[in-house]
Nanobody, 124 residues
Framework: QVQLTESGGGLVQAGGSLRLSCAAS????????MGWFRQAPGKEREFVGS????????LFADSLQGRFTISRDNAKNTVYLQMNNLKPEDTAVYYC?????????????????WGQGTQVTVAS
C-alpha cells in the first residue's frame, strides 16, 4: 500500500507561482498513475490533473490547461504540480492521489490512495 505526503503549499499573491510535491512510499511508484485534486471551502473535491506511469502523458481539467503542469520523477518517488499565474479562486486544499494501473493512462477518477492535503491560499 502506498502512502502519499504532499508539501509545498502556502500563501502566495495572485499572479504568483507555487510548486507542490507529493512523495510516495510503500509501493512501486512507477506502477501508479498519479493525480492531483483540490477542494475549496464549501465545494466538492475536483480533479486538477493526472500523469501516467512514465510521465509522458498528462491530463488536466479544461479550466486549468495552460497554467498548471504535472511532472514526476520515478527515481525520487515524487510527483509535482507546478501552478503558475495563480488566482484567488485557486485557493483550496490540494491532494495527490495514486492509482495502480496496468496501462499508461491518466485517470480522472477511481483513485485508491490519497494524501492528507496541503493548503494553498492565493491572496488578491
Amino acid at each position: 500500500q502506498v502512502q502519499l505526503t504532499e508539501s509545498g503549499g502556502g500563501l502566495v499573491q495572485a499572479g504568483g507561482s507555487l510548486r507542490l510535491s507529493c512523495a510516495a512510499s510503500g509501493g512501486t511508484f512507477s506502477r501508479y498513475a498519479m493525480g492531483w485534486f483540490r477542494q475549496a471551502p464549501g465545494k466538492e473535491r475536483e480533479f486538477v490533473g493526472s500523469i501516467g506511469r512514465d510521465g509522458v502523458l498528462t491530463l488536466f481539467a479544461d479550466s486549468l490547461q495552460g497554467r498548471f503542469t504535472i511532472s514526476r520523477d520515478n527515481a525520487k518517488n515524487t510527483v509535482y504540480l507546478q501552478m503558475n499565474n495563480l488566482k484567488p479562486e485557486d485557493t483550496a486544499v490540494y491532494y495527490c492521489a495514486a492509482e495502480p494501473t496496468l496501462f499508461n493512462g491518466t485517470p480522472r477518477t477511481g483513485y485508491d490512495y490519497w494524501g492528507q492535503g496541503t493548503q494553498v491560499t492565493v491572496a488578491s
